[in-house]
């Protein structure tokens, strides 16, 4: 999608993980043009040690902002792939700290199994919720650059999650109840992610669609 919006006079953006190849398989080699050393190319926060911004999610956020600030008269794409939520668990140390003062008034650990693995079916995870309120805060920062720049009502958003949250292995930081199972399973605690699209003067604010999607649906659907 960003060959096609690059030929098409979008100016493209890429910021976060990329798990989708290697040498020859770049986002570079995939229709990104911004290439600045790694500082926002797939070995984003690779060189550095983990700096009170574990996730790099304020990195990408400013990034981000920083190119859409930069872009504004112009037709552009940007991917935000972000680090969070994932292992391993982390985020800034303020707001760790805030939330492992509520995790005093949560629930305690509660446990069953799906298949031969533990579920987690309590969520307490302070680093977690911290995690994901960095997530929100750096969200909202974007929404606020475009609102700022006067890009809102000219500019598709796309909100998505890649699976189902981590509730029976590496470290089962998250539960995902009501739903059955989590990340690597096909129930839906698995495979039905959270997906917000606002697309102005098509999306009604409020309303729900009911047909089944999945990622590769934004290609054609955009172009069109």
Known sequence: IAE???????????????????AGFMPTDQGFTNDDGGETGPKFGAKTKPDGDPKKTDRITDAAVKFIE????????????????HVPIGARADLVAKWEEKAKQAPADMWGKEGDNKLRMV?????????????????GRVLTALEKNG????????????NGGLSTSEGT???????????????EGGVR????????????PGTTCETPVISTDFYPTLLQ
């Open 173 to 187: 930081p998250t539960s995902n109840l009501p739903l059955r199972g989590g990340k690597g399973w096909p129930y």
């Open 193 to 204: 992610e959270p997906m917000i699209v606002v697309a102005p003067g098509v999306t009604k």
């Open 151 to 162: 890009l809102t009502e000219k500019t598709i958003i796309i909100f998505m999650s890649d």
């Open 123 to 139: 969520q307490n995870n302070a680093q977690y919720a911290a995690m994901l309120e960095q997530l929100d805060e750096g969200i």
């Open 70 to 85: 930069s872009h504004k008269d112009q037709p552009f794409f940007a991917y935000l792939p972000f680090n969070a939520p």
């Open 4 to 22: 096609s919006l690059r030929d098409a006079g979008y100016a493209t953006f890429f910021a976060g993980k990329w798990h989708l190849g290697n």
